[in-house]
């Protein structure tokens, strides 16, 4: 059980990196979303304001430093609103792909458990 939440993390570092990296070099194909539909128009407008390109940035810098082991705590604390946002994507805008937002949620929150010290700094009160 005590290596549930490093197991965790290197998946979940491994995730962003891959998909971060395919980003620019394009060695999975990805399908898009519905032509016409919320979900376009949402990643049309990430993709053409340049902001899809940041969060990429975001994802790989996060998966590089899961892998790496440093800075853990901030990697989870730049990749956790990223994964809300793509659970909130699949929910509310494609209707569909739970079953990859929800392995992503899951992996998150096992790397999380794994950083007792990170979120009682986090929650505390002060």
Do not use: C, D
């Not at 990196?17 to 016409?36: C, S, T």
């Not at 990643?43 to 892998?67: D, H, Q």
């Amino acid at each position: 059980m005590k290596y549930i939440p490093t197991a965790a993390r290197y998946l979940l570092g491994f995730l962003f990196v891959v998909f971060a990296a395919n980003f620019w070099l394009k060695f999975l194909p990805v399908p898009g979303p519905e032509e016409g539909s919320l979900a376009a128009g949402f990643m049309g407008a990430l993709y053409m304001s340049g902001f899809l390109t940041v969060v990429k940035v975001l994802e790989l810098l996060g998966g590089i430093l899961l892998l790496s082991g440093r800075y853990v705590n901030l990697a989870l604390a730049v990749l956790g609103p990223i994964v809300v946002v793509i659970g909130l994507y699949h929910l509310f805008l494609v209707k569909g792909g739970y079953p990859m937002a929800i392995g992503l949620g899951v992996l998150s929150l096992a790397a999380l458990a794994g950083q007792r010290g990170f979120l009682k700094e986090l929650l505390a009160q002060k």
